[in-house]
T-cell receptor, first 115, second 112 residues
Framework: EPEVTQTPSHQVTQMGQEVILRCVPISNHLYFYWYRQILGQKVEFLVSFYNNEISEKSEIFDDQFSVERPDGSNFTLKIRSTKLEDSAMYFC?????????????FGSGTQLSVL | GQQLNQSPQSMFIQEGEDVSMNCTSSSIFNTWLWYKQEPGEGPVLLIALYKAGELTSNGRLTAQFGITRKDSFLNISASIPSDVGIYFCAGHRARSQGNLIFGKGTKLSVKP
């Protein structure tokens, strides 16, 4: 069964450093998302991406965040200057269409720890 | 921001018991979804509901979309140890680009 894959599974970084989280969405999917989950809390939407541009973003997704689809298979989330409060599990997701929410498939996540 | 109130926060039950959990919202959703999350994994979709009043089953799981479109419940019948995990409800609005609003989760523990 096709799946969303994320690398690395764990990332440790120093405050102020840039990090790039990588995702390979399901191959025929057209819509890509990033969510995050702070330890013990709910899953929160960050951003959706379609046709090489952001289609929706949350208040969390401020200027220090950016997303990119650098080639035909990868989808990345960059955090320019990490803060302690960026420590969380970051989930990538993809779907063929955004208006059938049941088709949102999540990856296993990247656990980001900012020290 | 928009909030979903999910209850209970946690449940400790005996194997074989039935489980019920629910979510309420102050605003309307067009789709209600229920996910299960196990440690170190992403959310996995269990059931999706698209119409007010809809009742849908997936094996021992049954979920309903409330007629006001502001609530949903999930029932698990005859629980087994592998049901252990955190169950999240999520709501989705029409014209929203995959922006799911998640509840805070119900942590289920099943004693064999």
């Amino acid at each position: 069964e096709p799946e969303v894959t994320q690398t690395p599974s764990h990332q440790v970084t120093q405050m102020g450093q840039e990090v790039i989280l990588r995702c390979v969405p399901i191959s025929n999917h057209l819509y890509f998302y990033w969510y995050r989950q702070i330890l013990g809390q709910k899953v929160e939407f960050l951003v959706s991406f379609y046709n090489n541009e952001i289609s929706e973003k949350s208040e969390i997704f401020d200027d220090q965040f950016s997303v990119e689809r650098p080639d035909g298979s990868n989808f990345t989330l960059k955090i320019r200057s990490t803060k302690l409060e960026d420590s969380a599990m970051y989930f990538c997701a993809s779907s063929y269409t955004p208006d059938r929410a049941e088709k949102l498939f999540f990856g296993s996540g990247t656990q980001l720890s900012v020290l | 921001g928009q909030q979903l109130n999910q209850s209970p926060q946690s449940m400790f039950i005996q194997e074989g018991e039935d489980v019920s959990m629910n979510c309420t919202s102050s605003s309307i959703f067009n789709t209600w979804l229920w996910y299960k999350q196990e440690p170190g994994e992403g959310p996995v979709l269990l059931i999706a509901l698209y119409k007010a009043g809809e009742l849908t089953s997936n094996g021992r799981l049954t979920a309903q979309f409330g007629i006001t479109r502001k609530d949903s419940f999930l029932n698990i019948s005859a629980s087994i140890p592998s049901d252990v995990g955190i169950y999240f409800c999520a709501g989705h609005r029409a014209r929203s680009q995959g922006n799911l609003i998640f509840g805070k989760g119900t942590k289920l523990s099943v004693k064999p």
